[in-house]
């Protein structure tokens, strides 16, 4: 049978959908060049015998806590509750690492903080009046999630590289004028995918302001929180006292990334038709178990066993990457300093901003960065990078680089680097 795509769900279609396998397939395609595409952990930090000793840690946990070795069995290989086994230790490191307390109940653990968005969204926006409103650049995951479930979303361009409040209660009393209903915010306030930025704690409470203010939910993805050595700012949920933070949580980028396990906080209450008030968490919970049934439990053991092996303290497990995510970026900024000048890039029209942790940085050049100068870079230079304008749902970006630091030793960096200086001159002078 042959059928048109125009059949078809028009995300099938939509660009953002297919960016990811694009870098996949360059990558793969130019197996020499230095990527400073993926946004990936570190290899070096993962040995294949931490993962049995993360097992053998949850089995001596659960039978420490009554359960027989049947019950043991069942937990590893067995379906397991939708919602999620490991709640209760979930809870306990975010108490024990942010210093609040989550009922356990309110957490549905899910496949990565990608499911996470999926059934946030997909509870919270029931008309098509409803909009999500996206600080941009912003992560690609969001902007297709929204795509494929046919959320209407409202760009809120960042200035000069940071989020501005003000500029958010602007688009809201635009969009209430016009009839429509802003619901959400989706932001990440650590070390942010794509632009490496961190909000500050007087925009922290603005943006907690501006939500009480509106009647906002705020979703707070949180993956590159720990990723970086500074001293950390308090998360929007660990502020938030009208309510009005769900915070999407991931282990990917901290136990690692091959066991898929994330989590969704979501403590607000629902009022059912008879009145009954219900915990959202279980609205989620009802949407997971037609997607994924449940996160797989060997998985879930896994990531159990991690955060026992610290007592919750998922800083502490990961206090050796951050220091090595923020020396990887100091010496990125250091190479990109010392083969660019400040006379030298302003000759150009180059400047990047400086995080002092995470994954990503951005390069503004004054040229296209499309796909076209992607394959250039790539084939002529042996260098990749991720075109910033992946990141915009509405058009933005085109003369601007993400860079990710993460996956890449030190050796690499710097010949990345001088390869991506000569070909941002060529593309300059040409």
Known sequence: ML???????????????????????ITFTYPDAVSFA????????FEIEDIHRHLRRYAAYLADRG???????????????????IRELIAHSLQQDEGFKAAPEAIVVTVGAQEAMFLTLRALFADPEDVLLLVTPCYVGIIGAARLLDVPVVSVPERDGRLVVADLDDAVRSL????????ALYVV??????TGSTLDLPTRTALLAFAERHGLLILEDSPYRLTGAAARLPMLKALDESGCVIQLGTYSKT?????????????????????????LAEDLAKIKSMITVNTSS???AIAAGALLSV?????ELNAEAAERYSRSMAGTLAQLDRRLPEARRHELGVDWNRPNGGFFLTLRTSFRTDIAALERSAREFGVIWTPMEFFYPHGGGEQDIRMSISYLTSEEIELGVERLVRFIETETTA
């Open 3 to 25: 059928f048109d795509s125009n059949t078809l769900h028009s995300s099938v279609d939509d660009p953002a959908l297919d960016r990811m396998n694009f870098l996949n397939e």
């Open 38 to 45: 993926p946004g990936r952990p570190y290899d070096g930090f």
């Open 67 to 85: 359960a027989s070795p049947a019950e043991v069995r069942r937990g590893f290989h067995q379906y397991g509750p939708t919602a999620g086994q």
């Open 176 to 183: 209430r004028s016009a009839g429509r209903r802003p619901k």
């Open 189 to 194: 306030p650590d070390y942010a995918n794509p």
């Open 255 to 279: 136990v690692f990334p091959g066991a898929r396990v994330g989590y969704v906080l979501a403590d607000q209450e629902v009022r059912g038709p008879g009145g009954e008030i219900r915990l």
């Open 298 to 300: 060997l998985s879930q």
């Open 311 to 315: 007592d919750g303290r998922l800083s």
